[in-house]
């Protein structure tokens, strides 16, 4: 997938319509290609920006544009959390734990001044042996509820080579929209909203 084509699939338009979208991806660098842009993007634009990672030093790093990025991280524009302070706070997972940790970080946004918040969490972290693991559903699925404003958006990555299949189709059921193969698809169907089972259907 090209830069110019993650930029379209992760844009404005398409965030700002779905705003809880699911990045399904082949590898670090697909997803560094995809999500990148969207980050330096959302910095350009006055926007704040949560990126939740694995290695704050390492994507910090990692980043084009590095100056900017570094500016924006000092400023609080860009804040870059690990999972063991979001997703693994505690040495476990927990959906209403996590459902709050997003809320307060949009919030933040919103009170420090900022037009819009976008918020990217790596999904890196989650495997069978996690404390809490069975929770990530449930978490996924409560996501909806706090973006009903247009200035917020929350984008889930998730690496096929790091997640079984069983694990990406729950993570599609759990979304109405997905970048998959580097095109947007809706996972929703007309009319009423859709089960789980119905996105994963759809996605498939």
Partial sequence: MSPRSSEALLGEADLARWRHVCGIFEGVDDTARAVE???TQAIERGERVVHLVADRD??????PDRAVV??????????????????????????IKMRSTVRRALREGRALGFPAVRLIGDMGWISDDVPGAEELLEYEESIDALVARPDVSILCTYDVHRHSARRISQ?????RAAVIGGKLKVLEMAGEAPSARERILAAA
């Fill in 37 to 39: 842009p969207f980050v």
């Fill in 58 to 63: 390492a994507y910090l790093r990692r980043m």
């Fill in 171 to 175: 993570a599609l059921g759990a979304h």
């Fill in 70 to 95: 570094a500016a924006a991280a000092r400023s609080g524009q860009l804040e870059v959390r690990t999972w063991g302070t979001t997703y693994l706070a505690g040495g476990r997972f927990g959906a």
